[in-house]
């Protein structure tokens, strides 16, 4: 079973300091992990995925299978970072191809305050 | 067209009638999802498909869900007999392909049983 845990339902910063989204999850194979973005009254958006390895809008996330982490960071935030953000697993295949439904956590709410 | 589409975009049921959500996927796509969000909640994954494969129906809460794919295009969303646990937001999202490619969010549908 998939599973993925955001243990911050919201979070709370202010403008220039740094942001960490904790995200957790438990699978028995090789994962693909993702962050998703919904800005106010837009749709939900890919932020990252860990396979890409790159820096979006300044966050970073990094796959840590000994932990079974893939937290989302970012050195000094915005107030346009405020948004709901959410962590999403795929299983991987042993040939390293991701497939099937996207498990996704239940969101953490970040407010970065002027 | 430019985005995944669902219609209506909000609606209002009596407690018991049945309801017809629907998802217009980005043109190509072979990859459609639906997922429903309580209020407060994380996403919870309902169904997807994949071109001419065997749905997964893994997270359809009750036989009173069901939906249907027409080839890769539209898919309807179908839920019998309505009750106010139903309220949520529905979404729909696709893909190009099952593997290693980003899901597209539609805007979503607001349902409320009253």
């Known amino acids: 079973a998939q599973r993925v845990t955001q243990p911050e339902k919201l979070l709370s910063v202010f403008k220039g300091a740094p942001v960490e989204l904790k995200c957790n999850y438990s699978y028995s194979g090789s994962p693909e992990l993702f962050w998703y973005v919904q800005y106010s009254r837009q749709r939900l958006q890919l932020l990252l995925r860990?396979?890409s390895r790159e820096s979006i809008k300044g966050f970073t996330a990094d796959l840590n299978k000994g932990e079974t982490s893939f937290h989302l960071k970012k050195p000094f935030a915005q107030e346009e970072d405020s948004a709901m953000y959410y962590c999403?697993?795929?299983?991987?295949?042993?040939?390293?191809?991701?497939?099937?439904?996207?498990?996704f956590g239940q969101g953490t709410i970040l407010t970065v305050h002027p | 067209g430019a985005g995944v589409s669902q219609s209506p975009s909000n609606k209002v049921t009596e407690k018991g009638k049945d309801v017809e959500l629907r998802c217009d996927p980005i043109s190509g796509h072979t990859a459609l999802y639906w997922y429903r969000q309580r209020l407060g909640q994380g996403l919870e994954f309902l169904i997807y498909f994949q071109g001419n494969s065997a749905p997964d129906k893994s997270g359809l809460p009750s036989d009173r869900f069901s939906a249907e794919r027409t080839g890769e295009s539209v898919s309807t969303l179908t839920i019998q007999r309505t009750q106010q646990e139903d309220s949520a937001v529905y979404l729909c999202a696709s893909s190009l392909a099952i593997q290693n490619t980003e899901a597209f969010f539609g805007q979503g549908t607001r349902l409320t049983v009253v």
């Open positions: 999403a697993l795929r299983a991987r295949n042993a040939g390293g191809t991701s497939y099937g439904k996207l498990t």
């Open positions: 860990h396979i």
